[in-house]
């Protein structure tokens, strides 16, 4: 695992280049002209969804990505790389770092949070960065191995659905509870919230839909 590559990213912004299924700036080409052009601007990563989308962005950069695949499982809640396989997947296709649903909801197939964690450690020889929504998922990921701890799915979940992102107190927590990096994610909207995010302690901070989710964007304009 590469630890300097870690380091590298201290103190920096990532830009989460994703769209709906149903966009058409879901194609990998538009998804890879996306990452360049965000790497080109300064963003020191990419979090990319999709082997496909990894894939084309892994073509046109080469500047760390932050990799995923949603998957949805059938009676399972827990969809941002579920299981190891999908994880082995994003690695094959160009993935630095592998990110995973690390809240505390059952898993497919019962597989261990630390067995898919320790998997990709020693497996994929990739860094782990675990999605969580609660201070006691920061905690139970930490002690599981993971690498980085994000707020990814803060107010995404059954728990946390009756608040919303960014989840500013709960990073502070998880800055003085682990020892572990800690990233924000979710719900930055402006170069302001990015500064208070790092002042708050955050390792980096990730924004997506605010630099490239048109869809989202254009609705919140016609509403």
């Keep these: 695992m590469n630890k300097n590559l870690l380091q590298s990213l201290n103190q920096t912004l990532i830009v989460s280049c994703q769209a709906p299924v149903e966009s058409p700036l879901h194609d990998p080409y538009v ?44 009676g399972y809640d827990v969809y941002i790389t579920p299981q190891f396989s999908h994880a082995e997947a994003i690695a094959k296709a160009g993935a630095d770092i592998i990110a995973i649903d690390a809240t505390l909801r059952e898993r497919p197939n019962q597989e261990q949070l630390t067995t898919i964690i320790t998997q990709i450690h020693q497996k994929l020889g990739k860094l782990v960065m675990a999605d969580i929504d609660t201070i006691e998922a920061a905690i139970s990921a930490a002690n599981a191995g993971a690498d ?11 728990q946390t659905k009756h608040l919303s992102p960014p989840g500013f107190q709960l990073l502070a927590e998880m800055r003085e509870k682990l020892q572990v990096p800690v990233i924000c994610e979710g719900g930055i909207s402006s170069p ?11 390792f980096a901070v990730v924004v997506g839909t605010d630099i490239t989710g048109i869809d989202a964007k254009l609705k919140a304009y016609l509403s």
């Design 31 to 74: 998804i890879a002209a996306m990452a360049k052009a965000a790497v080109l601007n300064g963003a020191a990563a990419v979090r990319i969804d999709t082997p496909a989308h990894i894939t084309a962005v892994r073509q046109q950069i080469s500047a760390p990505i932050i990799g995923l695949w949603k998957q949805q499982i059938p």
């Design 148 to 158: 980085i701890v994000a707020t990814t799915l803060y107010g995404y979940t059954n």
């Design 192 to 202: 302001k919230m990015v500064k208070q995010a790092l002042e708050i302690g955050a």
